[in-house]
């Protein structure tokens, strides 16, 4: 049920965090469900990454903008875009528009991103806790994933799945940890 009486936002914007979160967290669990051997990749797992990993997060991120908000605004869009990427790199080979990237590049790739994740986990020490064990597990999840490109090791992939849901899921409760605490005007779900 949606309350009648809205939260009033203290700058008349709401707060995009929660569905950046929950945007990432959704997608990084369906995505990971596939890595862990519970069902093939598919349309469902791609719709996810362009429509909610990917648009969903970039509209937050611009939203974090304009509440000046420069670490939501690096992290939402960048993850958006991220998404966005990996389902090119997904689906352009299949359209023939370009050969599938190596094992080494996606490696690379995965690689950067885990730089990339890194550096904004120290951010997140100014933060909460919450989103220190979003951004820690996300770290791991990339460098995992790319010792399985790098190995060609498949029970890398499979272990990189089972954390990778975890990070989704301590995602989503980030994300609906700031929902209820906003909506209740205290504390439902502690942040840390």
């Not at 064990?133 to 029970?155: K, R």
């Not at 272990?159 to 209740?184: H, K, M, P, T």
Request: proline share 4%.
């Amino acid at each position: 049920m949606i309350p009648t009486t809205p939260v009033p936002a203290k700058d008349g914007i709401a707060n995009p965090a929660p569905l950046g979160l929950c945007a990432f967290g959704m997608t990084t669990v369906l995505l990971n469900l596939h890595n862990a051997g519970f069902f093939e990749l598919n349309s469902m797992i791609l719709a996810m990454g362009i429509f909610y990993g990917g648009l969903a997060q970039v509209i937050a991120g611009i939203i974090e903008s304009k509440k000046n908000n420069t670490f939501g605004l690096t992290a939402f869009t960048s993850y958006g875009f991220f998404w966005l990427s990996l389902v090119g790199l997904i689906v352009i080979p299949k359209l023939g528009w370009a050969p599938a990237a190596s094992d080494s590049a996606m490696c690379a790739y995965l690689i950067m991103w885990g730089i990339f994740t890194l550096c904004l986990f120290f951010g997140t020490l100014k933060l909460n806790r919450a989103l220190q064990v979003v951004f820690a597990s996300l770290t791991i999840l990339f460098f995992l994933l790319a010792a399985e490109h790098a190995t060609g090791n498949g029970a890398i992939g499979k272990f990189a799945g089972y954390e990778g849901i975890f990070c989704g899921a301590s995602a989503i409760y980030a994300g609906i940890a700031n929902v209820l605490n906003e909506v209740y005007g205290k504390t439902v779900l502690p942040l840390g």
